[in-house]
């Protein structure tokens, strides 16, 4: 059974730094694209960092310089390094992967709180 288990989220003031972690499990090949999405109340979710198994990134422009995903391939981990957070950061953060066969798997989600 495939589970991917987030860390690292909380309440952070502005201007802070938090960093998430997921690690995942129960796949036999290992993952393809690991990513995070995030869901802001009232919002619909969004894209935020994507990172391949070659090391590939993409981020949403609201988040560019200022967030870094990052993996260890081995660990099947992928991080999420928040800096400068901003108020409209405040979301419930996903981690999500896919497994080589093209299936899609998340992250019970861990909530991120930027006050101002």
């Known amino acids: 059974q495939v589970q991917l288990a987030e860390t690292g989220g909380g309440l952070v003031q502005a201007g802070g730094s938090l960093r998430l972690s997921c690690a995942g499990s129960?796949?036999?090949?290992?993952?393809?694209?690991m990513g995070w999405y995030r869901q802001a109340p009232g919002k619909q979710r969004e894209l935020v960092a994507t990172?391949?198994?070659?090391?590939?990134?993409n981020y949403v422009d609201s988040v560019k310089g200022r967030f870094t995903i990052s993996r260890d391939g081995v660990k099947n981990t992928v991080y999420l390094q928040m800096n400068s957070l901003k108020p409209e950061d405040t979301a419930v953060y996903y981690c999500?992967?896919?497994?080589?066969?093209?299936?899609?798997?998340w992250g019970q989600g861990t909530q991120v709180t930027v006050s101002s």
């Open positions: 999500a992967a896919t497994d080589p066969f093209r299936t899609n798997y």
């Open positions: 129960g796949s036999a090949f290992g993952f393809g694209v």
């Open positions: 990172i391949t198994s070659g090391g590939a990134t």
